[in-house]
């Protein structure tokens, strides 16, 4: 049947017509809000290349995390800046660390919001890679013991989601392990497994100070061109024990999130970061596109792609604009 007895226009002729046919659905429980929390009180620094973004002391992370819970977003995830870095990153598995205090306070003050610490040393280190270095390489093996102590740690200040973003191999089995022997069997961990050496984390490492001093990620982090080797991380996350897996960047490997999405049908997060948030918001300040438009339209590609769980920069400024 084609035209004029079949006219595409019908369902597009006003709001109401569209949103009966509409596909990908986006409601603001999907999305997840990362935060920088410091040390401090009352303290509250803007990151100068993600404007809306701050690092914020415990005080200033919960009022903003209430903010989110009431327009509704389902989630927050956090990433600590330590008072004091070393090279082994001790901050980072400290049960007094900056982590778990944000976690208690966050878990007292808005109890039903769900909060992910995220799992990774770069952050913690004073050379700013994400494991143990030793000879200039990082040691996979010397690393898993410090990320199931950071893990443990985490989710016994009460941790809902475990998401560990440092890219070792074997460390969603030994993270399962710890946790199971630390009695936090039902602690989830959403894996970061098919996760690429992208430029789009500039800003982050801003935010998080996390740029690594020598180098570069590329010796743990996959390379942009693979598909297939994304595909057998998440197969060996998932039989490692990954509840959920994550794909990251986003925009740039929707297409990786639809073969996750397709070949393994667990729940799959997608990772919209700090370099696809920044962009938007360079080119809005501009004027140059309207940057509130182009974000809702991204967040719904990622969606479309296959993404149950989107982790995004734009969740309090959106949340209240999806439904
Ligand atoms: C590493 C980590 C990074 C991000 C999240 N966890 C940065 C990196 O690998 O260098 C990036 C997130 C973003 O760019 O928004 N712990």
New binding site residues.
């Given amino acids: 049947m084609s035209f004029p007895i079949t006219r595409m226009r019908r369902f597009r002729r006003t709001p109401e017509l569209r949103a009966l046919v509409r596909e990908a659905r986006l409601t603001p429980a999907q999305l997840v809000l990362?935060l920088f929390v410091c040390h401090g009180e009352n303290v509250e620094r803007p990151v100068a290349s993600m404007p809306g973004c701050a690092q914020q002391s415990v005080d200033r992370l919960v009022a903003t995390a209430g903010q989110a819970a009431r327009r509704g977003v389902g989630s927050v995830i956090l990433f600590g800046i330590p008072a004091h870095k070393d090279p082994l990153g001790s901050e980072g598995y400290a049960d007094d660390g900056i982590v778990p205090r944000a976690v208690r306070a966050l878990k007292s003050a808005h109890p039903s919001l769900v909060v992910w610490a995220?799992v990774?040393l770069?952050e913690y280190t004073s050379h700013g890679h994400?494991g143990v270095l030793r000879e200039g390489y990082v040691d996979n093996d010397a690393t898993l013991p410090l990320l199931s102590r950071a893990a443990v740690a985490y989710a016994r200040a009460g941790a809902d989601v475990i998401a560990p973003?440092d890219m070792m191999d074997g460390r969603i089995a030994a993270i399962r392990a710890a946790l199971d022997q630390a009695d936090r069997a039902l602690t989830p961990i959403v894996s970061y497994a098919a996760k690429y050496a992208s430029a789009?984390?500039g800003p982050?490492?801003e935010a998080a100070e996390?740029t690594p001093q020598s180098g570069d990620?590329r010796g743990y982090?996959m390379d942009p061109p693979n598909v297939e080797e994304a595909l057998r991380e998440v197969a060996l996350d998932i039989e490692e024990g990954a509840d959920a897996v994550m794909v990251k960047p986003a925009l740039a490997y929707l297409d990786v999130i639809w073969r996750v999405k397709e070949r393994f049908g667990l729940p799959v997060a997608a990772?919209n970061?700090?370099?696809e948030y920044s962009i938007l918001k360079a080119a809005g300040e501009r004027g140059w596109l309207d940057a509130e438009r182009a974000a809702l339209e991204v967040l719904t590609a990622i969606r479309r792609a296959g993404a149950d769980i989107i982790l995004t920069y734009h969740a309090l400024e959106l949340a209240e604009k999806l439904g």
């Fill in positions: 990362p995220d990774c770069c994400c973003s789009f984390y982050f490492r996390s990620r982090q990772y970061v700090s370099g």
